[in-house]
Structure formats: structure tokens, C-alpha cells
């Protein structure tokens, strides 16, 4: 008791003894603050208002609210508080008529210092806000800054962070125009080499029981000017049974001898015409001065690539569904002669790993007249053996045409919408042995449309003549094409015996936006020399109902004898693909129907894959698939569970039968790599190296500005880097570096600084970025700075007086590059925040200039620097834009 009747009287004491410097200070204007509330980078609100007190600084909590958006509400009038901050659960009560504070579930005295009031009403100390809101307050008075700081990001972050990115989409880089960075094409650089490995067994009565061995190893590197790829998988039992290599060169720019853009020995791809050469693998020699992504034909287009054991391969065009494909024997996978639609074809490859893993691979072809080269010269010439790799381990699958082959071609842009084309081809076809053609064409674009006229004759044979359209007619695409052949014409494109092959395609998308439903319908009539015509028809709708997203397919044949016997029964087949989303599960699905002549169901799978939990070290994943083949009268369920730690990828996978097979298996999949950072020889981990490119990015402060790093310059740590859209889910380490994995070969990509990542305001990169051209296997080192930044201010007047509100500002820099982006205020003020430090011009927007009729320079230079981190231009006065004298 006498405890705590001393601890009172301590407490009163103390009171009484606050008391006199409560009273002796009242708000005055001399002790008024405004201040700047920053979060990061960021400025919330317009200010807010405070005061400079014996026991601190406060700051009104009205002000607060609003800049923070809390969902707060203050009561003057019954002098209470209520809501909460930041998060549901994280709720506040102040009452001052009983002077206490309720914080989620503590309870607490609001101390007298806490709140003051003052004619703006409740100014609250920072310290007291700082426990209400769960955050770090700082009030820096010398800079009139309140900075917030906090261990997680809060809402108003996020959603500045948001902005932030919905007001930079708009904001396209050129990256031609952009800094470049390259690693020089010498020395040997070790491969990196992509390693699968698998084991299993299996109990069947009709195939019988075996226990199987396999292995797969992709590997890329580089050996002077010159890189390389190879690709060994074994048969079941462990012997190799195909091995492929590949030595070439690729450059984008055309650099190459011969200004070609890529040159390829060993196992490469032939070319494919339009009326005789169908696209082929095999050893040999190729060399091509055409643009690394066009395809060879105007109209259709092939995608092949590797594709290990148990993945599987999807391909989509402008977001639908095209095709589906299974692993076989040789691993590659093959679309060939995918249509293409006038104007930007996006495609996108989905390949689905047995560990769960999931690449995405996007091309976009354009149709039009990037088609033709304008008053510019293409060649490409080759030869290869189809179906058959560099070395012969005598296990490799037959494939192709097992034959020698070769093309040369050429063509020419005779002005911006004309071009003519020329080939000559020698291959071996399986049932007519060796053939030689001419090939002719010449192509035209006309209004939104494409059309080409091509002809090829057989020497000592026949001959063949095609026409083809394609073109869009308001949200329409519809593409028209008809070959003639006649004096036993075969090849490639046109089979044995055809003498007409006429096709109509139209997509039509019905609705906008998500909620577009994709209609696709394909006809072809062929004629033969038999007498044995056929109609195909094909249709196609795709539609996305919130998370499901399905495709419908419906085909029908019918084929007819013109001069002996009954017609056969026309065949009608339908089919179903699946995406979709429930929770955390990711269904993929597909069946078969045959409608006639007899109506029956033939197959169907469903494969369900949803996460286990997901840590800094691993990614675990389950995934189940049921599935049921008529012809096999078998249905069949599985279970596989994946680990992906950061060195490995670990899988394995159960499957039993209706008929009493079971099956089971483990799979192994890892990288190994030479490793870019400092002081280490090697990395192994999960991500595929060999089949991708990579960059090591070091980010520094550049303290003395010249755009180098010196050895006394200090590296930064976490900070977030950007490679276009590839995703980096890792910061800077205490060395400054992060290693950016998976960037798409030979695509250029440009590896800048997120500066949502940057804690100090007035810490910027000095540039947009490096643009990088990754190769695969290889890892290219980059290095960005940091400099310090200023801002820099103004007020935008006409010529002959008035402020300009509302106009949108451009900074340039010494290159003339566009640094920074803002818009004038209703006043005219303009201010450009976290801008490098350097010297800039300002200017005004092309569209703003054209709106309101003002000559885009402006005059003065800005120049922000360590003496002078404010720049102030004044009043910056816009001229009208000069007029176009008229005759």
C-alpha cells in the first residue's frame, strides 16, 4: 500500500510539475510548421499543418487523416477519435473527456503532452501519433518534412505505387535512341548446361514391366566469335540415343559477314515457301540477312523449339487457344503453318513442366508492311539433310524426309508496299525422289489488306500458281488463298495427286474487352486427279467467364469419288479446352468427341496444380491428373508433387489404370553455370541457364557524376531492378548485385532501376536504363547508377501574359533524351521532382504543343547540382508556334 501511494505521489508531483510549461506555451506564429509528409519516395497530401512545441513537434490530426486517408473519424464536439489505421484489425479510439486511448486490445492514458489544441484544432505530438498508427514518425523541421517508417508497405504506399505505374504505362522508350550495353564476342566462355534426369518404373500387362533410366542435357555457351548449343538425351535404359549441335552467330543489327543477321552450321532449319518447301530440321548449313523474328512467309508462320521430357506446350494467338502438344521422342516441339492475322499477331508459348514449372514464351508478328522490305535486298540460302542430327547414335527416331535439301532466295522491295522474291529449291520427296523448282512471287500491300501472287514449275514436271489475301475489315480478319497444280505438280505444300487447294478463313471477336468472345471458322475445298475431292470445315470460339476460359472446337470432313463407288461418310469431331482458376488450384482440361457418322466420346484429361506453400528457399507444388482414352479402354489417375528449392527441382509422380497398371517415377532437374558475381567460379540452381540469357547488374552510387564507377564509390544494397517483363524477385545483396535469370535470347531488353525500391527521395538513377541483347548461356554484366537528385520549378506564362494551366512539360537531358514528365498547374506552376543531377532543357509535349498552338522549345537551361539542388527557371514564357505560310 505504501508502494503505491509513493508511485501516486511521484505521478501528481510530475504532473504539477509538467503543468507550468503546459501553461507557459501557446500556438503563436512563430512556432507554426507546414510540413511535407513523405513515405519513401513519395509525397501524400498537400502538407499539413503543426507545431514546434517544448516537448517535441505535433501536427494536426485532421491534417493527417486526409493525407494519409485513414478511415478515421474525429468528433470536436464530443472530443473522440474512432476508426482505424492502415488495417482492419488495427483499430484506434482517443477519448479525451476520460483521457484514455484504446489501441486494438491495449489500453492506455492519453498523456497531457499528447494533444494540444490550437486554432486548427487537435494537434497531436508526433511521438503519441507514431503509437496510434503503428509507424515511425520523424519530424525533420529543417527540411519541413514529416517522414513515415514503417517495417511493411502501407496502403498509401501501394496505392502512390500504383499511380505511379498506371502514369508511367503510358511512357514508351525507344530503346535504339537508349545507352547500350554489349559483352565482346572473345575468349571461351564455359557452357552452361540444363540437366534433367528421371527414374521410374512401370507394371502393365500390355506393354509389360520395365524400369526405366533417362537423362537430358542442353548446354549453351560461346568459344570465341562464335556460340553453340547442344542437346543429348538417352533412350529408357541410360544409352544416348540422339545428340545435336549447333555452331552460329546471331545479330539483330545485321553485322554479320555479308550483312547477314544469322549464319548456323550443324543442326539448323530450312527455309519454307509458299508453294514449295515445308520448313525442316536437320544437319547442315544455313546463312540469312532477313530480320531474326519474320517469318518466311507472309501468311503463316512455324514455331519449334526444345521441349524436354513431360512437358507440355500450348500455343496461343491474341490470347486464344490454338494448339496443344505433347513431349515426343526427338523433344522438340512443332506448330507449323500457324495462321497468321493482318496487322500485330501476339503469340504466346505456355510450356507446363512435370515439376510444376511454367515458361512463357511471347512472339509478336506483324503483318503488313513490315512484310516488305522497303527498297531493301533479303536473302537466304541453305542446305540441310531433313531428319537427321549432326552425330548418328543409331538410337535417333526417324523424322522427316531423310533427305539432303537446299534453298537459296532473294528478295527485293521494290518501294514501300511492293516486293518481288525468287528461290530455287532441290529436295527429295519420299515417294518421288529428288525434285528441283523455280519459285516466283510478288507481293502487295493494298489498303488494309496483303495480297500475294506466287508460281513455281517443277524442271522436267509440272508447275502450280498461287493467290492469297489477307486483310482486316473493321474487326474482321479474313484471309483467301487458292492454288492451282497441274502436269503431275508435287512438293512440299502440294501433295501427290492435288490439283486445287482453295481456303477461306475469317476471325471475327464478338464483344469488347475481356469479355470478347473470338470466333475463328476455316473451309478448304481440295481436288485430286483421282477424282477423290474433300471439303474441310473448322471452326473455332474461345470465351472467358470470369476465372474459366474455354475454347471450342467443331471439325467437319466429307470426302466424295467423282468417277467410281459410294461417297464415303463425312467425319464430324468436337473438342473442348479449359483454363481455369478455383482458389489456389489451377485446372487445365480437354476432351474429344467423334459426332459421325457414329456419335461417340473419345478422350478426355483434367490436370489440377495448386501450391503447397511457398518460402524465401522453395516453391512446392502437388498436381493431379485424371484422364480416359476410349480406344485404350482405360481410365487412369495420378499425383505428382514438385519441390523447387533453389540449387534443384525434385518431382514425384504415382499413376494407376482401370486396367491394373501402375506406374511411378522421381525426376531431378537442375542448372549448372559459370557464375557472373565476383569471386565465384560456378552457380548451380533451378533456373534454366543454358536455354536462357542472363545479366549480372551492379547497382553503385555514382558520387562524382561521370557516369563510371570508381573504386571508392559505394555499392547500394537492396534495391529492386527491372528487366522489362521478365520479374525479378530478388534486391540488390551488400555487394550491390543481383543476377537476373530467364531474359528471352537475342531479344533486346532494357534493365533499369525500379525507383519505388528507392528508401531516399533524393537518391535517382541517373539514367532510364541500360538496353541489353542477352545470349543465351551467357551472362552480361551491366552496372547502373545512382546519383543524387534535386528538382526543378517554374511557372509556364504566354508570350504576351497569362499563366498556362494544365500544359504537359517535358525535361531533356544533355542527350536529349526525355528525363522527366509533368504538367503545368491552374496557375502555371510547374515542378519536376527527383530529377538527376545534370543539365536539361525544358520543353513542351508534341500533343500539348499541337493543342494549344505553342512553339514546343522553351527558352533557359535548368542546371541541378550539389550547390544548386532546386533549380528555379522563374517565369518561362511559351511562344505561339509559327504558321505555315498558305499559297
Not at 527521395?761 to 541489353?772: K, N, R, W
Request: with cysteine; aromatic share 6%; net charge neutral.
Amino acid at each position: 500500500m505504501r508502494r503505491l501511494l509513493s508511485r501516486i505521489g511521484l505521478a501528481v508531483a510530475a504532473l504539477f510539475a509538467a503543468q507550468p510549461a503546459l501553461a507557459a506555451w501557446a500556438p503563436n506564429a512563430d512556432d507554426a510548421l507546414l510540413l511535407d509528409v513523405r513515405l519513401n519516395q513519395y509525397r501524400l497530401g498537400d502538407g499539413v499543418r503543426g507545431y514546434a512545441t517544448p516537448s517535441g513537434t505535433c501536427v494536426d490530426l485532421a491534417d493527417m487523416i486526409l493525407a494519409l486517408d485513414l478511415p478515421i473519424r474525429l468528433d470536436k464536439q464530443s472530443r473522440r477519435a474512432t476508426g482505424w489505421a492502415f488495417a482492419e484489425n488495427h483499430t484506434l479510439t482517443i477519448d479525451r473527456v476520460n483521457g484514455e486511448e484504446h489501441i486494438m486490445n491495449n489500453a492506455a492514458k492519453v498523456a497531457p503532452d499528447d494533444i494540444r489544441d490550437t486554432p486548427e484544432g487537435w494537434c497531436v505530438s508526433t511521438k503519441a501519433l507514431s503509437r496510434w498508427l503503428g509507424v515511425t514518425l520523424d519530424a525533420d523541421r529543417g527540411n519541413a518534412l514529416l517522414i513515415i517508417k514503417s517495417d511493411k508497405k502501407l496502403p498509401p504506399q501501394l496505392a502512390a505505387e500504383r499511380r505511379a505505374r498506371v502514369a508511367a504505362a503510358p511512357v514508351t522508350f525507344d530503346l535504339a535512341s537508349l545507352p547500350h550495353a554489349s559483352a565482346p564476342w572473345r575468349g571461351i566462355k564455359p557452357p552452361a548446361i540444363d540437366i534433367v534426369a528421371s527414374a521410374g518404373g512401370l507394371r502393365d500387362r500390355r506393354s509389360g514391366n520395365r524400369m526405366d533410366a533417362q537423362y537430358e542435357l542442353y548446354a549453351s555457351g560461346e568459344a570465341g566469335p562464335v556460340a553453340y548449343d547442344a542437346r543429348l538425351s538417352s533412350t529408357r535404359n541410360g544409352a544416348p540415343a540422339t545428340l545435336r549441335l549447333r555452331a552460329y552467330r546471331t545479330d539483330p543489327e545485321g553485322k554479320l559477314p555479308l550483312h547477314a543477321t544469322q549464319i548456323a552450321a550443324g543442326d539448323v532449319t530450312g527455309l519454307s515457301s509458299p508453294l514449295v518447301a515445308q520448313s525442316s530440321v536437320g544437319r547442315g548449313i544455313m546463312i540469312t540477312n532477313r530480320p531474326v523474328d519474320l517469318p518466311t512467309t507472309f501468311d503463316r508462320t512455324d514455331f519449334r523449339g526444345e521441349l524436354p521430357r513431360g512437358w507440355d506446350a500450348e500455343l496461343y494467338r491474341n490470347g486464344q487457344l490454338l494448339a496443344f502438344a505433347n513431349d515426343r521422342a526427338d523433344g522438340r516441339y512443332e506448330f507449323l503453318d500457324v495462321l497468321l492475322l493482318y496487322g500485330t499477331n501476339r503469340f504466346e508459348i505456355v510450356l507446363y513442366g512435370p515439376q510444376g514449372q511454367v515458361r512463357r514464351e511471347v512472339k509478336s508478328v506483324a503483318v503488313g508492311l513490315d512484310s516488305i522490305p522497303p527498297k531493301k535486298t533479303w536473302y537466304w540460302a541453305g542446305i540441310d539433310e531433313d531428319g537427321r542430327d549432326l552425330i548418328d547414335l543409331n538410337h535417333a527416331p526417324n523424322f522427316g524426309q531423310r533427305g539432303w535439301r537446299g534453298s537459296l532466295g532473294i528478295e527485293r522491295g521494290l518501294d514501300a508496299r511492293t516486293s518481288v522474291a525468287a528461290l530455287l529449291h532441290s529436295l527429295v520427296l519420299d515417294d518421288a525422289g529428288r525434285k528441283n523448282y523455280i519459285e516466283t512471287s510478288v507481293r502487295r500491300a493494298i489498303g488494309p489488306a496483303l495480297a500475294e501472287l506466287s508460281a513455281s514449275g517443277e524442271a522436267g514436271g509440272g508447275s502450280a500458281v498461287r493467290a492469297q489475301v489477307i486483310g482486316e475489315a473493321g474487326r474482321t480478319h479474313y484471309g483467301i488463298e487458292t492454288i492451282w497444280a497441274n502436269g503431275g505438280y508435287e512438293s512440299d505444300r502440294v501433295l501427290k495427286d492435288v490439283t486445287g487447294l482453295h481456303s477461306f478463313t475469317v476471325d471475327h471477336d464478338f464483344g469488347e474487352g475481356r469479355g470478347a468472345i473470338p470466333v475463328h471458322v476455316d473451309a478448304r475445298y481440295t481436288t485430286r486427279r483421282t477424282g477423290y475431292d474433300s471439303i474441310d470445315l473448322a471452326s473455332r470460339a474461345s470465351a472467358n467467364l470470369g476465372p474459366l476460359s474455354l475454347t471450342g472446337e467443331l471439325s467437319w470432313r466429307d470426302e466424295w469419288r467423282r468417277h467410281y463407288g459410294p461417297d464415303p461418310p463425312g467425319v464430324m469431331e468436337a473438342g473442348l479446352l479449359a483454363n481455369a482458376r478455383v482458389g489456389r488450384v489451377r485446372l487445365r482440361g480437354e476432351a474429344h468427341w467423334r459426332l459421325s457418322p457414329e456419335n461417340r466420346f473419345e478422350s478426355a484429361t483434367l490436370v489440377g496444380e495448386w501450391s503447397a506453400g511457398r518460402d524465401d528457399l522453395r516453391l512446392a507444388e502437388w498436381r493431379t491428373e485424371l484422364g480416359y482414352d476410349r480406344a485404350l479402354h482405360r481410365g487412369r489417375a495420378g499425383i505428382g508433387y514438385a519441390r523447387r528449392f533453389d540449387r534443384f527441382a525434385l518431382t514425384g509422380t504415382g499413376e494407376i489404370a482401370t486396367d491394373g497398371a501402375v506406374a511411378a517415377g522421381l525426376n531431378l532437374a537442375f542448372s549448372i553455370g559459370p557464375d557472373p558475381r565476383r569471386g565465384r567460379a560456378f552457380r548451380v540452381t533451378s533456373d534454366k541457364l543454358a536455354a536462357r540469357g542472363a545479366t549480372l547488374v551492379r547497382v553503385y552510387r555514382d558520387t562524382n557524376g561521370n557516369g563510371r564507377r570508381d573504386p571508392d564509390e559505394p555499392l547500394e544494397k537492396d534495391v529492386q531492378v527491372a528487366a522489362g517483363r521478365v520479374p525479378v524477385d530478388r534486391l540488390t545483396d551488400a555487394d550491390g548485385e543481383v543476377v537476373v535469370d530467364g531474359l528471352e535470347p537475342f531479344q533486346p531488353v532494357l534493365i533499369g532501376i525500379d525507383t519505388s525500391s528507392l528508401a531516399d527521395p533524393f537518391v535517382q538513377p541517373s539514367t532510364a536504363g541500360l538496353v541489353v541483347t542477352p545470349r543465351p548461356g551467357v551472362a552480361l554484366a551491366v552496372e547502373l547508377p545512382l546519383v543524387s537528385a534535386g528538382d526543378v520549378d517554374g511557372t509556364l506564362v504566354r508570350g504576351g501574359g497569362g499563366n498556362l494551366e494544365g500544359v504537359d512539360l517535358e525535361l531533356l537531358d544533355a542527350e536529349g533524351r526525355i528525363a522527366a514528365r509533368t504538367r503545368s498547374d491552374f496557375d502555371g506552376f510547374f515542378l519536376f521532382e527527383r530529377v538527376p543531377y545534370g543539365r536539361y532543357n525544358l520543353r513542351i509535349a508534341a500533343l500539348a504543343a499541337q493543342a494549344t498552338r505553342l512553339a514546343p522549345a522553351l527558352g533557359g537551361m535548368a542546371s541541378v547540382s550539389a550547390k544548386t539542388p532546386s533549380a528555379h527557371l522563374g517565369a518561362v514564357a511559351a511562344q505561339p508556334a509559327p504558321r505555315m505560310a498558305a499559297n
